[in-house]
């Protein structure tokens, strides 16, 4: 065999083990997909109910709570932001990071510092790799999220919140969160939102009049236990619809690479085709001018 | 009273148990509550301890809520607790 064409034996036989994991990959992440998307839609009836009532005492109560007012004049903000920990997603941790990037320019623009909360191997690489300050930092656990994972998160963002920023170094007015929005199988885009102070914009629950409310003991204290739950149970939704996300994206990812992995091995069978005709060719006309040169070397001895 | 209570008793990862209900009873911070259809709407925070609904159909069943609250509304009870078992 010709030195070419075991040369393009070799790279096909690599190509096809490379096709074998990224297929296998392909269907890890679609059967882990709807999986996640089900963790989404399991979690959204607690997530609902509790829309529903922080928007019920925030909205018919005249407490001053500290969860729901601005602050007069905020000096920094933290910025929670949720990627993978796993690469070979395509562009699915750095689209997140680029969105918190842009999040940050904004509050810095607004004269606020930021605090950088990251969750997934990935983002922290990303920070450590440019020296940039990490507050706190989760990772583990990103394709496959629990409540006590969105818990230890927010404990430490609500503690941040809840500290004076004047008074404490690691204080914060605001609370934002980045996470990739999980829109369909095909379509998932990073999101930037304002987690604290409360703005209740996305009420999924059902337009209408809310009853009023009695609030056992009061309202303040419904909503100073209401609140942290409901930074949770946002925590939780965005990790659950980021890990969905992941595995869109990666699933994505290794489809595409599969597809140049038979575009590859397609062509190079090809190339090995013709390196292999053109070797029989070349045997070929060497032996007729061997024969030749035998024939004509006997002709001329006689 | 012909009418039912809609229960809900969820966790933040799933819907733990729904159905009608001809009762709710459940502890406050300010003591033991029991919720009978047409309750006046009501948001209240639990103390961690048993949620008992006494289903439409003459059974009952007992949630061990941790960190949870109660609303009412319309005869729709709703019950959200950070872990139940």
Known sequence: MGAQLRVYRRRMRSVKATKKITKAMELISASRIVKAQQRVAASSPYANELTRAVTAVASFSSTNHPLTTPHESPRRAAVLIITADRGMAGAYSNAAIKEGDQLITTLRERGLATEAYLVGRKAVNYYRFRNRAIAGSWTGFSDNPTYAHAKEVSDLLIQAFVADSSAVANGVDELHIVYTQFKSMITQTPEARRMLPLEVVESTAPAGLLPMYEFEPNAGEVLNSLLPRYVEARVFNAMLQSAASEHAARRRAMKSATDNADELIKSLTRLANAARQAEITQEISEIVGGADALASASAGSE | ?85
Request: net charge negative; aromatic share 4%.
């Open chain 2, 1 to 85: 009273m012909a009418e039912n209570l809609t229960v809900e008793v969820v966790s933040p990862e799933k819907r733990v148990w729904s159905g009608e209900a001809k009762m709710v009873s459940a502890r406050t911070l300010e003591g033991d509550i029991g919720v009978l259809p047409n309750h006046a709407p009501l948001l209240g925070v639990l103390v961690d301890g048993v949620v008992t609904v006494k289903g439409a159909d003459g059974s009952s069943h007992d949630f061990n809520i941790h960190g949870g609250f109660i609303s009412v509304s319309n005869n729709r009870v709703s019950v959200l607790g950070e872990s139940t078992d």
